[in-house]
Structures are given as C-alpha cells and as structure tokens.
C-alpha cells in the first residue's frame, strides 16, 4: 500500500473503529481503556449521546455560513464561555495553537499601544503552546523548533514556576508586553507551579501593566477540578485560550479576554473561516450543558485525588518512581529513566497512555470515569511500571 500521509507522526500499530465512554475499540473488535482521551480532548468520553445529538441536529440544519455573517450558537456559546471565565469578549477558532496566536497578536496590540515598537512576550522554559511558526517559537521545547529557523521574534524565555527570574525580567527587559503561561504544564511532564506562583504573575503583571495570559488549553474545562485552573486561586486573568475539551472532538478553540485585552481587536485584525462555525458551537454548547449538569468539574477533583492515591499506594515501594504530580484528572508519574516503551505494552494490554518529557507517564482519562474503572486503570499501569522497572534492574 502506498504511504500517501506525510511522515509527521509516529503512529502505534492499531486502528480504532468505534468508541463508547471510556473504551476504544479497534478494527479486531479489541477493547481499550482510554486514559489519555485524546490528549485531553474527549472529557465526555466516547460518542458522548448529548454531543452526537447536538452535532447531528445541527447538521441537519445549517453545518457553515461564514462570520461575514450572524452565528445564533456561536453568541450562545460566547456568552455560557465568558460568564463562567469571568471574561468580557471571545474569538473563536479551530484549535488551540490558532488561539494561542490570537492572544500573541493581542499581546503585540496592547505592547504597541503603550508605545513599544518590538513588544516582547515572556515564556517558560519546557512549555507548550502549538505548532504554528508563532506558537512554537513561544513553546519552551527545542525539539519543537529544531529545523524551522528563523523563529519569530518578540518572545523571552524563563523558567516555570520561578516567580524571582520574572522579577529579574521585569528588571531587565524593559520592552516587556505579557506574559504567557500554562497554569498546569502538560506536554511539559505535568509540572505544578508552587501556589503563589500564578497570583504572583498576576502581581506583577498589574505592576507593570503587562497582560496576563493563559493557556487553558489542556487544564481548561473542568480537567484540573475547576472550570478553569486559574479558579483554584482569586484571580482572573487579562487573556485565556481554550480548545481541546471544549468541543469533545469538534475542532474548536476559543481565545476569551477582558477589560482592555477585550477591545484591542477592530474589524480586520484578526479573523477565521471556520473558527465557530455553527457544528463547531453546537458541540461546545452540549459539552458545557453535560459539564454543567454533571457536574464533572468538581468529578473531575474527587476522581483524581483517588487515582492519586491509588497509584501513590500500589507504587509507594516501587525503586525508580520518582514523584507523582497530579491536579484533577491530569496526572504524571515521573520515573527515573526515559520510558516511552511503557506505551507500547499499555497498549497490548488493552490500555491507552502516553509518555511526554521522555520520562513522564501522563494519565488525562475522560472526566466520566467511574470509580471501578479508576481501580482497573490503577492495577494495570501499576503492574506495567513495576515489570518494567525490574525488568531495567
């Protein structure tokens, strides 16, 4: 067979034909437990029945206009989005990197509005924003860069989690515009900030009258226990990017803003064909709905503090572990040696995950997880760690 696709990933050797909650079933009829969804993105689980409904009777009716014109559920889904952010105005696009660019150039908006010719951004080291020319230039990852110089310019790079090397910045750079981080890195290895860490951007940022900008893409809609991860602390931020959950499946992303942020774009600044497009809100419209009704943000906690503690307990002896960080349902084992060979063998054992930072077990599973399932996931992966842990020894 001829190989037609162009050689960007590297695909496992299986190929799903249905899935239903939290199972994937393969062209074999095999079952797999889904505890990566996506890479967060079907928080709902599989063929969630409220979104298949929305989506199929919206198709029925109107899939695409065009945002030369009204979209009824795209001013629905706005006002749902930014009543729940705290957020006065929203952009929609097709993904999370087109969200992330709709912030930078917001970001460069606010820096030339205060008379700074080359507005600068401040990233973090070991971050992840996208794979577009400007996202990947803000992303903290090498590898993502590698091959595509030049890069953009107007980006900074400092550690995450490092309230002091911001505070050097400040002093530093003086052509400073906004800082953009995750509150929660993902691709990154599941990194937490310490906890005055995003409160003291937020500080900083109304001292120097930088935006403040977060890329809620992977730690947005309910995955962390929250709405939205910044709602673990009082603050609010000047910019916030979705995408990921918030169509379970349908490409949408979102870039909400508020006070200044939320005016600096005019007509012909920024724009997309397809961003919002009615299918695209109908979906974010039922995810919200079954969010909302379920409750599955404050689900989203009590199943992770159990998954937390199951693992911590069945690998609590385990030589080669070395830390577990969690928030919500977004989880890493850290292990002391690479060990992406882990997907592979979950994936034989009827079990899907993933392996970020080279060495980082990442678990993001569908916020619809029972607990049953939650014991399943923890007997499984845990035995795959300790076989292949000891199998290094």
């Known amino acids: 067979m001829k190989d037609v696709l162009m050689n960007t990933y ?5 190929t799903f034909v249905k899935g239903e909650g939290m199972y994937l079933y ?8 889904d505890a990566i969804a996506g890479i967060a993105v ?7 029945p409220a979104v298949t409904r929305a989506i199929c009777e919206q198709a029925d009716k109107l899939v695409h206009t065009s945002n030369l014109y009204g979209v009824a559920n795209q001013q629905q889904l706005g006002e749902q989005l930014t009543a729940l952010a705290g957020m006065d105005r929203v952009f929609f696009s097709n993904s999370g990197a087109e969200a ?15 008379g700074i010719d080359n507005p600068v951004i401040l990233v973090m080291e ?12 803000a992303t903290g990852n090498r590898k993502v860069q590698a091959g595509f110089e030049p890069l953009v310019q107007g980006f900074a790079r400092v550690p995450f989690g490092d309230l002091e090397a911001l505070k050097t910045a400040a002093g530093n750079l003086r052509d400073i515009a906004a800082v953009l981080v995750e509150p929660v890195q993902g691709e990154g290895g599941v990194n937490i900030p310490p906890e005055d860490y995003l409160p003291g951007i937020r500080a900083l940022c109304d001292e120097h009258n930088w935006l403040m900008m977060l890329d809620e893409i992977q730690t947005g809609m309910g995955r962390t226990g929250k709405p939205f991860a910044f709602q673990h602390h009082d603050l609010v931020p000047d910019v916030m990017t979705l995408a990921k959950a918030l169509g379970n499946g349908v490409p949408v992303g979102a870039c909400l803003a508020r006070g200044e942020a939320a005016e600096l774009f005019a007509p012909g600044n920024h724009g997309s064909t397809f961003g919002g497009n009615p299918l695209a809100c109908a979906a974010g419209l039922a995810v919200l709905e079954a969010m909302n009704t379920g409750n599955l943000w404050d689900r989203a906690a009590q199943a992770g503090d159990k998954l937390h503690q199951g693992l911590s307990a069945a690998l609590a002896d385990q030589e080669g572990v070395r830390e577990i960080r969690y928030a919500g349902l977004m989880l890493g084992i850290e292990l002391e040696q690479p060990c992406g060979e882990l997907v592979g063998k979950a994936l034989e054992n009827g079990l899907l995950i993933n392996v970020t930072a080279d060495r980082v077990v990442r678990l993001l599973p569908p916020l619809i997880i029972s607990d049953e399932q939650i014991d399943e996931l923890i007997e499984v992966l845990s035995n795959l760690i300790r076989n292949f842990l000891e199998a290094q020894q």
């Open 10 to 14: 590297n695909r496992l050797p299986v």
């Open 42 to 48: 079907c928080s709902l689980g599989h063929a969630h």
């Open 26 to 33: 393969d062209d074999q009829g095999k079952s797999y437990l």
């Open 126 to 137: 070991e971050s992840f924003h996208g794979r577009t020319m400007a996202t990947l230039t």
């Open 100 to 114: 992330n660019e709709a912030a930078i150039k917001l970001a460069r908006l606010h820096g030339h509005k205060r």
